[in-house]
């Protein structure tokens, strides 16, 4: 807890931070985030633009120290480590590979504050693979990290969310929320997913027109040239089917059915073709930076980025945690809170 303004504040601090998805949601459900932490430079401009009072922290997550970077206590310690060692897509290899490594050196920390001072809960976030990959040793792995270092946690403390379930946002993203709680705090396991009568209104759809804006032109630059082979690829596949969004893979167009978004990744940044594709009235176009960021439930998509290049925004919000999924497991881990039972 920290007093701001006279009032009573839990607090939050969030590793891995990136531009800031957890930052958005954690704030949204009433923390004040007191640090945080990432090794990117191009994510760091951008976290530090949405908050500036928040101290970021700048390097890598090996050289930051509880003494040394003088790191206070906070209720709810927030991570979401790097996913692609862990993704049924990727490489998969789980702990073997260094990002994969990242989530030991979250624990490091953890361990470095007394047991008393340890964050009362851990918000961990990562894709639902790292529940079965390694035929489930990754899972075991981390469920004995988190037991040793003195928390609560096993299979029941897991939340495995799709977007387009538990929000409004019509994008298929579905993701895994880990939440583990300090022995030195609580006799169980407080956390419950939030899922139920308690959080249907969410539910309801917005549709993706509201999201896609087909009313007025984007820049010529965002539209593919008729000669392009991609346009053919996309303009073809779209005379068979309806206007709803495409998304190029190596050598073939998918259509996203159900009016939903593709899952959007951080592969945005690396070009056009991998940005998912709409039709409108002048062309055939990708999304649009702040098309993306309001599926990724960013609210004021025109002033989320310092001067940055556009592959670079791409990249970045498609790393980010959905703050309206971060927003759920938020207020989830304050009503946790609210029942510390020591
Ligand atoms: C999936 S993104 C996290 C998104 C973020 N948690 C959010 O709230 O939106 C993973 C982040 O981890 C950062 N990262 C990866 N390896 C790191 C390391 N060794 N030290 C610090 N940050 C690291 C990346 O720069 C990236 O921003």
């Not at 004040?32 to 090794?39: E, G, K, T």
């Not at 939440?179 to 539910?203: C, L, M, Q, W």
């Not at 790393?319 to 039972?341: D, P, W």
């Amino acid at each position: 807890m920290q007093i701001v303004d006279g009032e009573e504040h839990l607090t939050a601090a969030s590793l891995f931070c990136g531009m800031g998805g957890f930052a958005s949601g954690l704030y949204e459900a009433g923390f004040q985030i007191l640090w945080a932490n990432d090794c990117d430079q191009q994510a760091c401009a951008v976290f530090r633009h949405r908050f500036p009072d928040v101290r970021l922290i700048e390097c890598d997550v090996g050289a930051l120290g509880v003494a040394a970077d003088r790191l206070p206590p906070v209720d709810v310690l927030a991570g979401g480590f790097p996913c692609q060692s862990f993704s049924q897509a990727g490489a998969r290899g789980g702990f073997d590979d260094p990002r994969g490594e990242t989530f030991f050196e979250i624990m490091r920390l953890v361990e470095e504050f007394v047991p008393a001072r340890r964050p009362r809960l851990l918000l961990l976030e990562n894709v639902p693979h790292l529940l079965y990959g390694a035929k489930g040793l990754w899972f075991d792995r981390i469920q004995s990290a988190l037991r040793r270092a003195g928390y609560w946690f096993r299979r029941s403390s897991c939340w495995v969310v799709n977007v387009k379930d538990a929000t409004s946002l019509p994008q298929d993203r579905e993701r895994l929320f880990l939440v583990a709680a300090s022995k030195a705090h609580f006799t169980y396991n407080p956390f419950k997913p939030p899922v139920g009568e308690a959080h249907s209104e969410r539910t309801d759809h917005v549709p993706l027109e509201t999201f896609v804006d087909r009313s007025r032109p984007q820049p010529e630059s965002e539209y593919l040239a008729p000669e392009n082979k991609y346009y053919k690829m996309i303009a073809h596949k779209m005379a068979e089917g309806s206007e709803d969004i495409y998304q190029l893979r190596r050598s073939y167009v998918r259509e996203k059915a159900d009016g939903l978004c593709p899952t959007l990744t951080a592969n945005m940044g690396r070009g056009g073709h991998n940005v998912p594709f709409i039709r409108d009235t002048w062309g055939v176009r990708r999304l649009s930076v702040e098309e993306v960021a309001r599926l990724q439930g960013f609210a004021d998509p025109e002033n989320l980025f310092p001067d940055l290049p556009s592959p670079a925004k791409y990249r970045l919000l498609g790393n980010a945690v959905c703050v309206s999924l971060a927003t759920l497991a938020a207020r989830a881990c304050k009503q946790a809170l609210e029942k510390q039972t020591r």
